[in-house]
């Protein structure tokens, strides 16, 4: 399960996936692994646009529902102000929920990102509020039957450790069968609108 599904259940309080929006900085790097992995674990919600992030580390979401453009305006704001910048993903992780991910390392210019989105729109904490101390993270798979992070980091192999360039801002919606980018905003420079 992922943690869109996971989350989307939780925040919804019941099991009707009724869609949610996140802001996140996509991982071309990686995406063709976490799209195999996401058609393993968790297959509708492998996107069918080629712009999609599937392998993205969250910035916030949940977000807006149905963003105003006034709320657009923002997020290009913030957007046009965080220049682009490189990491490394090397380092594997479990959280409690048994989601297998990835650490960026640095980390603080994606919780830089987070904090500035979330200063601007106060009533959208950060996975809902579930996770107070959200970790900036890359999504690869979860732990189940015969699935553990030693045979994910196995699985990876040669892809880490991924040096990597986080050079824009995705709108994403995340709903089974329906996951897609609306919205795509480059890092450092300024636009009256996002890009699809």
């Avoid at 009724?18 to 968790?42: I, N, S, W």
Wanted: hydrophobic letters at 45%; a negative charge.
């Amino acid at each position: 399960m992922s943690t869109h599904r996971a989350a989307t259940d939780a925040w919804s309080g019941d099991h009707v996936d009724r869609g949610h929006t996140v802001l996140a900085v996509p991982v071309p790097e990686l995406d063709d692994f976490v799209r195999r992995r996401t058609a393993h674990y968790d297959a509708a919600y492998l996107s069918a646009d080629p712009h999609f992030g599937q392998a993205h580390v969250t910035v916030l979401g949940p977000w807006v529902r149905e963003p105003t453009s006034a709320d657009l305006a923002i997020v290009a704001g913030i957007a046009a102000a965080a220049r682009p910048f490189t990491y490394r993903l090397a380092r594997t992780g479990v959280f409690p929920n048994g989601i297998i991910h990835l650490l960026p390392e640095p980390a603080d210019p994606f919780a830089a990102l987070t904090a500035r989105v979330w200063g601007s729109f106060p009533d959208h904490a950060p996975y809902a509020g579930q996770f107070p101390d959200a970790t900036p993270h890359v999504t690869l798979d979860a732990v189940g039957p015969g699935v553990d992070e030693a045979d994910v980091r196995a699985l990876l192999g040669d892809l880490v450790p991924a040096h990597c360039r986080a050079d824009q801002l995705q709108l994403q919606w995340w709903q089974a069968g329906h996951c897609h980018v609306r919205c795509t905003w480059p890092l450092g420079v300024a636009t009256t609108e996002g890009a699809v």
